[in-house]
């Protein structure tokens, strides 16, 4: 009877051990199969930050091209105003355009201006894209000095003279905003009607470009955009010969774009400024 009831307690305790082992047996899966399930959620994914900035501001600064002198009344602001436009629409951002183009203004006058004008000093500093019209002006006054008796080399002294008037005005600005790229626009021949007698008058133009692209290249954050083909080839020439008009340029002064030149000089400008987003649109 004895043996009986120790059998029977044996039996009693394994089957409580039993029990329990394989209660924290289950747990353990239960538990596991809980992690495993829990693991499985899928993550939730972070949304995408726009690097792009969300407000870009042009500051325009230079002669009567940047004025936009000879534009459509329609568009008006030459290329600065079809730069603010394309920038907007193209890259889905708030774009702000301040204009400091004045009619007739030579180099120095525009490094004058740059040194004085606080409201430029106020809209330098935020700019994310600066652009550059200068040297017009300084070939336009050599053209009044020397009349028919302007020379090759009268050009090229005076480019070199103008090239050092460029680099003052290229730090000047860069002494206001450190980091914003500079576009410089070069200068074209309007004159094919006025130099015919000069000989090389178009080579001394691509020298001169050449010269400011050199300049615009030893600066930080500088490109040149040459402009100097956009309103002659050689049908353009032949029809200006023929009948002494550019149909690019403003009728009342043969010097400036008409809308449809200021239409190419954007595309120009817009195309360097589009290669270049990582200067200016990225945060």
Same mark, same amino acid.
Do not use: C
């Given at each position: 009877?004895?043996?009986?009831?120790?059998?029977?307690?044996? &039996?009693?305790?394994?089957?409580?051990?039993?029990?329990?082992?394989?209660?924290?047996?289950?747990?353990? =899966?239960?538990?596991? =199969?809980?992690?495993?399930?829990?693991?499985?959620?899928?993550?939730?994914?972070?949304? !995408?930050?726009?690097?792009?900035?969300?407000?870009?501001?042009?500051?325009?600064?230079?002669?009567?091209?940047? =004025?936009?002198?000879?534009?459509?009344? #329609?568009?008006?602001?030459?290329?600065? +105003?079809?730069?603010?436009?394309?920038?907007? !629409?193209?890259?889905?951002?708030?774009?702000?355009?301040?204009?400091?183009?004045? #009619?007739?203004?030579?180099?120095?006058?525009?490094?004058?201006?740059?040194?004085?004008?606080?409201?430029?000093?106020?809209?330098?500093?935020?700019?994310?894209?600066?652009?550059?019209?200068?040297?017009?002006?300084?070939?336009?006054?050599?053209? %009044?000095?020397?009349?028919?008796?302007? +020379?090759?080399?009268?050009?090229?002294?005076?480019?070199?003279?103008?090239?050092?008037?460029?680099?003052?005005?290229?730090?000047?600005?860069?002494?206001?905003?450190?980091?914003?790229?500079?576009?410089?626009?070069?200068?074209?021949?309007?004159?094919?009607?006025?130099?015919?007698?000069?000989?090389?008058?178009?080579?001394?133009? &691509?020298?001169?470009?050449?010269?400011?692209? %050199?300049?615009?290249?030893?600066? !930080?954050?500088? $490109?040149?955009?040459?402009?100097?083909?956009? $309103? =002659?080839?050689?049908?353009?020439? !032949?029809?200006?010969?023929? +009948?002494?008009?550019?149909? $690019?340029?403003?009728?009342?002064?043969?010097?400036?774009?008409?809308?449809?030149?200021?239409?190419?000089?954007?595309?120009?400008?817009?195309?360097?400024?589009?290669?270049?987003?990582?200067?200016?649109?990225?945060?």
């Amino acid at each position: 009877m004895k043996k009986r009831n120790i059998w029977i307690l044996v &039996i009693i305790v394994i089957l409580l051990i039993g029990g329990g082992i394989g209660y924290s047996y289950l747990n353990n =899966q239960n538990s596991s =199969q809980t992690t495993a399930i829990k693991k499985a959620k899928p993550k939730k994914t972070k949304k !995408k930050v726009d690097p792009n900035k969300s407000k870009i501001n042009i500051v325009a600064v230079g002669d009567s091209l940047t =004025q936009g002198v000879g534009d459509s009344k #329609s568009v008006g602001g030459g290329y600065v +105003t079809r730069l603010k436009q394309d920038i907007a !629409k193209k890259y889905k951002v708030k774009t702000n355009a301040y204009n400091y183009g004045v #009619s007739g203004d030579t180099s120095t006058q525009i490094i004058s201006r740059i040194k004085s004008d606080k409201k430029m000093h106020q809209d330098l500093p935020k700019a994310d894209v600066i652009t550059v019209t200068v040297g017009g002006n300084d070939f336009m006054h050599l053209l %009044q000095k020397k009349g028919i008796d302007l +020379t090759e080399t009268d050009i090229a002294n005076e480019e070199k003279q103008f090239d050092v008037r460029l680099k003052n005005l290229l730090e000047d600005l860069r002494y206001y905003n450190s980091d914003a790229p500079i576009y410089l626009i070069g200068i074209y021949n309007p004159f094919s009607i006025y130099l015919s007698n000069v000989k090389n008058a178009k080579t001394a133009f &691509i020298n001169w470009n050449k010269a400011s692209e %050199q300049v615009a290249s030893e600066e !930080k954050l500088t $490109y040149f955009i040459d402009i100097n083909n956009l $309103y =002659q080839n050689k049908a353009i020439d !032949k029809k200006v010969k023929k +009948t002494g008009t550019n149909p $690019y340029l403003y009728k009342k002064d043969h010097f400036h774009p008409n809308g449809t030149g200021y239409d190419m000089m954007t595309e120009k400008v817009f195309d360097e400024v589009s290669k270049t987003t990582k200067d200016w649109l990225i945060k």
